[in-house]
């Protein structure tokens, strides 16, 4: 058993700076016992602590990308994104030729359970049911119709799908996955449709929008779109909190209307902790340069975020409390994917971070075990005698 004392526990919203979290391989709960003979002591030292982050959208980092359909390029991935505090993803992948898809859906399916940073929880279908008049980064070439044909072996796997629903079968494509696989989140994203359609989708069985504002039109006052379904309904939505594809402002007024239904992302392709350089994205050449991921034709390419950035990001831009932003980096993302984790509540997994005010990530444990450190120098471990 593990004890994290000294620290400032970020739990159920609160900080709570006073009590002492015992864990193992799951959280075992908070408390203000002394800790018990053989504990393993981890003096946080003023650290704030709190559940990891789980990034729901991620095409890659590190230098891999999920469609590299490599075990290699998985762990790479894994392993990169702890640095920015992340602890579980989903493996999103691009619109591209199907026997390239379908490659990167059996590499995640096969290999997912083999590595040995942050733990991949699933697949985030991104495409290729889209829109072409919204594609993005998205390559228009390989965009189908809504059909279950070649996806049915991996709708176990599947976590998210990313849908235009004004494309051709998409309404019954929503409403038989929305039915027959609950566990399936089903979101609107590089989608044309108009505010009246966005929300008839709602009712047809989407309940979260991708990347919002982005891949989508523009909010109008006459023609609010899907960015004002979103707004005017209770579906939840991400955003890229990059302050690159929003706004400080648009990041400020989704806060104010959205709070406890907004869910941060990375969108995060391979120059993900990487430096600038000349890139690759979806076959696509991808120039990133002082923090901005684009395509040749000036199209936004994703990104090269880590996750605590966009919690720090969120924070200091949209006024919200630091426990607000956590919770749109941890519980909110792991309970839209149905995750026992997210949360430091007792049975839940001990997926933990330790960071700083500035959200700077200084320890990592996944299932209990420590996986990522940062020296301080006030760091202590010891145990109790």
Known sequence: MKAIINGRIIHRKEIVEDAILYFDQKILGLSREVPA??????????????????DMHIHGSGGADVMDATPEALETISVALMEGGTTSFVATTMTMGQEEIEAAL???????????????????????FLNPNKSGAQDSRYIQEA??????????????????????????????????????????????????????????GISHATHLFNAMPPFQHRAPGIVGAVLDSSVTAEIIADLIHLHPSIVRMVHDLKKEKLILITDAMRAGCMGS????????KVIVSDGRAILE????????LRLNEAVKNYRD????????????????????????????????????????????????????????????????VSHAK
């Open 297 to 304: 034709n000036g199209v936004l390419a994703g990104s090269v």
């Open 37 to 54: 003979e053989n504990c393993e002591i981890i003096d946080a030292s003023g650290l704030y602590v709190s559940a990891g982050f789980v």
């Open 147 to 204: 059909n279950f044909d070649w996806i049915t072996p991996y709708l176990e796997q599947i976590r998210v799908i990313t849908i235009a629903p004004e494309i051709k079968g998409a309404e019954a494509f929503i409403k038989r996955l929305s039915v027959s696989h609950p566990h399936i989140l089903l979101s609107i994203g590089h989608s044309d449709a108009g505010y009246d359609t966005a929300l008839e989708s709602f009712d047809w």
């Open 106 to 128: 059996d590499n995640v399916v096969q290999h997912a359970s083999e590595v040995t940073g942050a733990k991949i929880r699933g697949i985030h279908l991104e495409g290729p």
């Open 277 to 284: 350089g000349i890139y690759e994205l979806g076959g696509q």
């Open 317 to 380: 831009v949209s006024m919200a409390t630091l426990a607000e932003a956590v919770y749109a980096a941890t519980t909110l993302p792991a309970r839209r994917l149905g995750l026992s984790c997210g949360e430091l509540e007792e049975g839940y997994d001990a997926d933990i971070i330790l960071f700083d005010t500035q959200l700077d990530i200084k320890e990592l444990y996944i299932d209990g075990a420590i996986k990522y450190r940062q020296e301080r120098e006030s760091r202590e």
